[in-house]
């Protein structure tokens, strides 16, 4: 599997976080388009289907890189429901 780059990655999973804080703030029922793009990358990126999955394996691929993980603090932000954004 082709490995994205470290930089590439952390951009991802910080924009993703806060696309879906920004849906939440909103209080939006549905996913906006720009968080399910992301969503979409990061899976294409971490070779997963579920933006679960992707976030989990994007974490385990920074920490393997050595690289610091996105600047969020705590778990990550995923609202429920993220198979409505999963990769078909």
């Known amino acids: 599997m082709l490995m994205p780059h470290p930089a590439v990655l952390r951009r991802l999973v910080e924009e993703y976080e806060a696309a879906v804080a920004e849906d939440a703030a909103a209080g939006g029922g549905r996913p ?22 992707a976030l989990r394996a994007a974490h385990r691929m920074l920490a393997a890189m050595g690289v610091a993980g996105p600047r969020t603090t705590g778990a990550p932000s995923v609202r ?9």
């Open 32 to 53: 906006s388009t720009r968080a399910q793009d992301l969503a979409y990358t990061l899976c294409v990126s971490t070779g997963t289907r579920d933006v679960r999955h």
């Open 80 to 88: 429920p429901g993220p198979t409505e954004i999963g990769v078909p």
